[in-house]
T-cell receptor, first 113, second 115 residues
Framework: EADIYQTPRYLVIGTGKKITLECSQT?????MYWYQQDPGMELHLIHY???????EKGDLSSESTVSRIRTEHFPLTLESARPSHTSQYLC????????????FGEGSRLTVL | AQSVAQPEDQVNVAEGNPLTVKCTYS??????LFWYVQYPNRGLQFLLK??????LVKGSYGFEAEFNKSQTSFHLKKPSALVSDSALYFC?????????????FGSGTQLTVLP
């Protein structure tokens, strides 16, 4: 079992609310990622980080923001949720190196009404 | 640019029969190839990877995959399917040349093993 945790697992919220999805890992991994998984189940990288104070945007444009103040913590924030943000959000981490596998959390399923 | 294709959205197989989930890739350098599995309402779990060396890679839960450079394929296989293997399977690729920043995932293949 991978030691990467996401909370909440499920969230139903109204339009305009601010939400933060938490992601923490205890493996000491430098690299962390956020993926958005759409209803067709495809995975889209929206944010990643190489380490503390490092954040980059991924391949899919997202209105969310991330921060990396501590190695183990990589929260994702939506300042004003909209129905189009309804999705499954998956956090992952890995050791440095191109050939390293990713360890995924269980996911946060967000529904915006 | 790197890309990966999973040509089958859905694969059905009877329990006890061999299964194959297909994956083809495109990279400019040499590929790093991965397979992940996702059970309902769960995150992805790493199954196996090919970096270099032996073309047949063995992974978790009895799965294996064969790297074929000439066909640019990395098909996932299992000799005898179990109902519990029913899940969503993702292939992923990373170009070893460093031209791509991160992994590229395929669109996923839903495997259903029928009792």
């Amino acid at each position: 079992e991978a030691d990467i945790y996401q909370t909440p697992r499920y969230l139903v919220i109204g339009t305009g609310k601010k939400i933060t999805l938490e992601c923490s890992q205890t493996m000491g991994h430098d690299k962390m990622y956020w993926y958005q998984q759409d209803p067709g189940m495809e995975l889209h990288l929206i944010h990643y980080s190489y380490g503390v104070n490092s954040t980059e945007k991924g391949d899919l444009s997202s209105e969310s923001t991330v921060s990396r103040i501590r190695t183990e913590h990589f929260p994702l924030t939506l300042e004003s949720a909209r129905p189009s943000h309804t999705s499954q959000y998956l956090c992952a981490s890995s050791d440095p190196g191109d050939a390293r596998e990713l360890f995924f959390g269980e996911g946060s399923r967000l529904t915006v009404l | 640019a790197q890309s990966v294709a999973q040509p089958e959205d859905q694969v059905n197989v009877a329990e006890g029969n061999p299964l194959t989930v297909k994956c083809t890739y495109s990279v400019s350098g040499n590929p790093y190839l991965f397979w992940y599995v996702q059970y309902p309402n769960r995150g992805l779990q790493f199954l196996l990877k090919y970096i270099t060396g032996d073309n047949l890679v063995k992974g978790s839960y009895g799965f294996e995959a064969e790297f074929n450079k000439s066909q640019t394929s990395f098909h996932l296989k299992k000799p005898s399917a179990l109902v519990s293997d029913s899940a969503l399977y993702f292939c992923a690729v990373r170009d070893s040349s460093g031209s791509a920043r991160q992994l590229t995932f395929g669109s996923g293949t839903q495997l259903t093993v029928l009792p």
